[in-house]
């Protein structure tokens, strides 16, 4: 599609992380043609910025223009790139929390791998992993470690050996400070939320314990009880599909690291060459991990 001059020079000062960049081009030009225009002009690109700038809020967008001001690459400031650097048979996928921030964010994904890594050195597991292989190495081999900062889960924790996202179980807490004003209802994209005569009602069973009710209540009485992770053992994307399994809906962090460590401990102890985590959950369920779970209460 064409573009005015002043358009395309405009667009490209939007602040945006560069794997975003092309995101925002395409976005102008579907406004264009949504438009019937067969170029994109000013109209397209200041709305194209309102729109992310109300999805990415004003305080992210100040920190994505400052570092581009400072002539801060991507590279410098997206820890992921920093934590798979090296030789190492492990992977670690994280959500974008970790270098926007984001509206949704339920927990720092980038403290919990910092915290991964270092068990995962300590308790070698690249050393491991490459003793099982009895073939060169491929992208393939590399034992994937997902962490989402909330249930949108964008990491796609469910097909990665080892997947963790943030949840925030709500809870009706104040109801004499509720107003009725049935902003929770309304942010609830699930339908977990039914207003009632005296506040709303929470429907457990369609809830994804995501906490946006809470976190945009504006009077307190809709708060968050408990935050943790969820965690997921086995998945696998590839030839074959496996969806990891759901090891515990909510723990705390020393959950995840016995979970991880457990997890390790099966591999170690179990796997033959070229076996993954989702092949000893095939084989042996979720049994053995949940044992040392218990074991090390
Ligand atoms: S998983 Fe949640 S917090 Fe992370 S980028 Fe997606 S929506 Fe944002
Ligand atoms: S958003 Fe808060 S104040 Fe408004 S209805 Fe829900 S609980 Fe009540
Ligand atoms: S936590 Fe999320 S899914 Fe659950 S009721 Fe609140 S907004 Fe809905």
Not at 106 to 133: G, Q, R, S
Not at 144 to 155: G, R
Not at 196 to 216: D, L, R, S, V, W
């Amino acid at each position: 599609m064409d573009w005015d001059k002043e358009a395309k020079g405009a667009v490209d000062s939007i602040p945006m992380p560069e794997i975003m960049k092309n995101m925002t081009i395409l976005y102008a030009e579907k406004l264009a043609r949504k438009n019937k225009k067969s170029q994109v002009t000013m109209d397209e690109v200041v709305k194209t910025r309102d729109d992310y700038f109300e999805l990415f809020g004003e305080t992210l967008m100040k920190r994505l223009r400052e570092n581009r001001s400072k002539g801060v690459s991507d590279d410098d400031i997206d820890p992921q790139i920093t934590l798979n650097k090296g030789a190492k048979l492990y992977q670690f996928d994280l959500c974008h929390m970790r270098y926007v921030g984001c509206t949704r964010q339920l927990i720092d994904v980038v403290d919990l791998a910092k915290k991964i890594n270092k068990k995962m050195e300590e308790w070698n597991v690249t050393e491991m992993i490459a003793d099982k292989f009895d073939v060169p190495f491929m992208p393939h081999t590399l034992f994937t470690v997902s962490i989402s900062s909330c249930p949108n889960n964008c990491t796609a924790a469910e097909v990665k050996d080892f997947g963790i996202h943030g949840i925030a179980i709500p809870e009706f807490s104040h109801p004499e400070k509720c107003t009725t004003c049935g902003k929770c209802e309304e942010v609830c994209i699930d339908e977990a939320i039914r207003m009632g005569k005296n506040g709303p009602e929470i429907i457990m069973k369609h809830c994804k314990q995501c906490g946006a009710c809470a976190i945009e209540c504006p009077e307190g009485a809709m708060t968050i009880a408990k935050r943790g992770y969820r965690v997921m053992v086995g998945g696998h994307f590839g030839r074959w599909h496996h969806i990891g399994k759901e090891l515990f809906k909510i723990g705390d962090e020393e959950m995840v690291m016995q979970a991880l460590q457990a997890s390790i401990d099966l591999l170690r102890e179990k796997a033959g060459s070229e076996e993954h985590l989702y092949h000893m959950v095939e084989q042996y369920g979720l049994e053995p991990v949940y044992k040392k779970l218990k074991l090390s209460k």
